[in-house]
């Protein structure tokens, strides 16, 4: 039922969430372990060698910067936050050059085909983005192709990778938490289809089209 649909979905976010949160967690007690460490030390170096002083309070100064830009990155990742009033394709964007930069030894191509560039559909980006992160999590691919098409009254999205594919019951035999049983979960809920297949020739071929009437 779409009862049973929607409470699996509930389970994943909380389960996702819990990860980010022991992340988030784990992150910061290492580095004010480390930082903590830094201090004790720079407090010595302080009355034997300040220019070695010099370098150690430089590192922790980085080393507190690097840690609140990372920690900023897990909460909007928890928070799942967006600007509602910008179109969605900008989204889009904005998430396949984030990719681009991450990942600059994988070739990712894409074309976005909207309608009305004024469109606002938050949703897609979610799934998209869970596909992606899958790609670069367990294909091992090199090439990316995506291929988007939104109207008033669809959305149609394609990804396909050149990794090593997917096995053919993923579905069974992927773990519960797997952003891919996500992704069913939610598609279902939106009375769209989803379609995942591939192998180690053709690599990983992704189709979700949702209706928006």
């Known amino acids: 039922t779409a009862a049973d649909h929607g409470k699996n979905i509930l389970r994943l976010y909380q389960y996702e969430k819990k990860q980010l949160a022991d992340r988030i967690q784990s992150d910061i007690t290492d580095v004010l372990d480390s930082n903590s460490h830094k201090l004790d030390v720079l407090s010595w170096l302080i009355r034997s060698d300040i220019n070695r002083a010099k ?7 980085s080393s507190t910067a690097k840690l609140a830009d990372h920690v900023d990155e897990l909460a909007n990742s928890l928070s799942g936050e967006s600007d509602s009033e910008e179109p969605v394709w900008n989204h ?14 994988c070739g990712i191509s894409y074309d976005i085909n909207c309608a009305d560039y ?3 559909i938050p949703g897609i980006l979610s799934i998209t983005k869970d596909i992606m992160d899958n790609i670069f999590v367990h294909s091992n691919a090199n090439k990316v192709s995506i291929k988007i098409y939104l109207s008033s009254k669809l959305i149609d999205v394609y990804i396909n990778d050149n990794g090593v594919g997917i096995d053919n019951n993923y579905d069974t ?6 952003s891919l049983h996500r992704i069913k979960e939610i598609i279902y809920l939106l009375n769209g289809t989803l379609k995942i297949d ?5 690599g990983t071929n992704v189709r979700f089209t949702i209706p928006l009437e």
Do not use: I
């Open 198 to 202: 591939g192998d180690s020739k053709t």
């Open 55 to 61: 370098v150690t309070l430089e590192e922790l100064t």
């Open 173 to 178: 035999n992927s773990p519960w938490y797997s």
């Open 118 to 120: 004024a469109m606002n």
């Open 92 to 105: 889009l964007e904005k998430l396949f050059q984030g990719y681009k930069d991450e990942h600059p030894e």
